[in-house]
């Protein structure tokens, strides 16, 4: 992820209009904002839709991740919008085309952090943070997640998983949840972990084989009974301490011994086979352990995926097109952005799993 975007200094001449802003820490207001002139090299998105990422929007909102000392800023990780402007050097890009954008380019009176909370944006076109073509005539709403779910995408497709496989994972907030269903797609049984009963029976319905509370005073046998000794590849979305703990303990054991006789095979052996741990959270205190608690047996493949790039955005894209992945399964809540406000205080209280914020009218 890279560091906030800093206001420029040049002045523009274009309308104010409407963002988000978050004004001061645990506070969400509504305010306009103008947004820069569109460079050589650039495209402007007129919105159509944000989605709120849970996790990290609300963290920022309470000054974590290095915001403490950004506010007031607009805030927004990611949006699906029309390109209305393209840029003399921009070639290749049309006006119309619908796009997934993420990490725009900084407005002229507003600092932002990532900044997709907002009716119009202006986007790079040269660098990492390009915009993902959708597919001409596409219902936007269908590729809200594009950005959110090529995050998990890049660690699932990195443990390589196998029909057949067993996957546990822990936490079923949208990563988490949006991991189990690329577990799924790749043809694992998936059993899931959290406290709130809803997000377990979300989970059940978009196809996961078990579903366990965190508070089940035997979660860790009921687990062991579905796994038969241990899962395969384990997801770490809770990002806590004791969830941490737990998936390090559910991983099964390489190499297995259930004889009474121990044998020492070559170590090499076992180098496409070892259990995967991933992490797919964010911590805001450290973790620490004991590398011979963390890896059972004779070890595991730990992958700390950071972000993802433009080859997971892509593929999310070509799920949804083709119908394998419906961002509806996933979406609690599409408000008008002026409610932007009550929708992260419903994700806060737990009383929403996921809010969008329609942006259509806020601009003419």
């Known amino acids: 992820?890279?560091?906030?975007?800093?206001?420029?200094?040049?002045?523009?001449?274009?309308?104010?209009?409407?963002?988000?802003?978050?004004?001061?820490?645990?506070?969400?207001?509504?305010?306009?904002?103008?947004?820069?002139?569109?460079g050589p090299t650039e495209?402007?998105?007129?919105?159509?839709?944000?989605?709120?990422?849970?996790?990290?929007?609300?963290?920022?909102?309470?000054?974590?991740?290095?915001?403490?000392?950004?506010?007031?800023?607009?805030?927004?990780?990611t949006s699906v919008g029309e390109i209305i402007e393209v840029g003399s050097e921009a070639k290749g890009w049309r006006v119309g085309d619908l796009v997934s954008a993420r990490n725009t380019r900084p407005l002229v009176n507003m600092r932002t952090l990532y900044g997709?909370?907002?009716?119009?944006?202006?986007?790079?076109?040269?660098?990492?943070?390009?915009?993902?073509l959708l597919p001409a005539g596409a219902e936007p709403l269908n590729y809200i997640l594009t950005e959110l779910a090529a995050i998990p995408l890049r660690g699932v497709e990195a443990a390589m998983p196998k029909p057949g496989e067993t996957a546990i994972v822990i936490g079923q907030g949208l990563i988490g949840s949006l991991s189990a269903k690329w577990l799924l797609l790749a043809g694992c049984r998936v059993a899931v972990v959290d406290m709130e009963e809803s997000r377990l029976e979300r989970?059940?319905?978009?196809?996961?084989?078990?579903?366990?509370?965190?508070?089940?005073?035997?979660?860790?046998?009921?687990?062991?009974?579905?796994?038969?000794?241990?899962?395969d590849i384990v997801v770490e979305a809770s990002g806590s301490s004791p969830g941490v703990e737990l998936a390090r303990s559910l991983l099964r054991r390489k190499p297995q011994n259930y004889s009474a006789d121990y044998t020492v095979e070559p170590i090499?052996?076992?180098?496409?086979?070892?259990?995967?741990?991933?992490?797919?959270?964010?911590?805001?205190?450290?973790?620490?352990?004991?590398?011979?608690?963390?890896?059972?047996?004779?070890?595991?493949?730990?992958?700390?995926?950071?972000?993802?790039?433009?080859?997971?955005?892509?593929?999310?894209?070509?799920?949804?097109?083709?119908?394998?992945?419906?961002?509806?399964?996933f979406l609690d809540a599409v408000l008008?952005?002026?409610?932007?406000?009550?929708?992260?205080?419903?994700?806060?209280?737990?009383?929403l799993f996921s809010a969008v914020l329609d942006w259509k009218g806020a601009t003419k």
């Open 268 to 329: 090499h052996f076992y180098g496409g086979d070892w259990p995967r741990l991933i992490f797919q959270a964010n911590y805001l205190e450290p973790v620490s352990w004991n590398p011979d608690h963390t890896a059972p047996g004779e070890g595991s493949i730990i992958i700390t995926p950071r972000d993802r790039g433009m080859e997971e955005r892509q593929r999310v894209i070509e799920h949804i097109r083709a119908g394998r992945f419906k961002s509806s399964d």
């Open 116 to 132: 997709a909370h907002s009716a119009e944006l202006v986007a790079s076109t040269n660098d990492t943070d390009r915009p993902a």
């Open 43 to 77: 495209v402007v998105i007129r919105t159509h839709y944000s989605i709120i990422s849970p996790g990290t929007e609300l963290r920022m909102l309470a000054g974590h991740y290095g915001a403490a000392e950004k506010f007031p800023y607009v805030p927004g990780y």
């Open 1 to 38: 992820m890279k560091p906030a975007n800093e206001p420029p200094k040049q002045d523009a001449v274009n309308t104010p209009i409407p963002a988000v802003v978050f004004s001061e820490p645990n506070k969400v207001t509504l305010s306009t904002v103008q947004r820069n002139e569109c």
């Open 336 to 351: 008008p952005y002026t409610e932007a406000p009550d929708a992260y205080a419903g994700l806060k209280e737990r009383r």
């Open 203 to 231: 989970a059940l319905r978009n196809g996961a084989a078990l579903a366990v509370s965190a508070a089940d005073k035997n979660l860790k046998e009921r687990l062991g009974v579905f796994t038969n000794g241990g899962a």
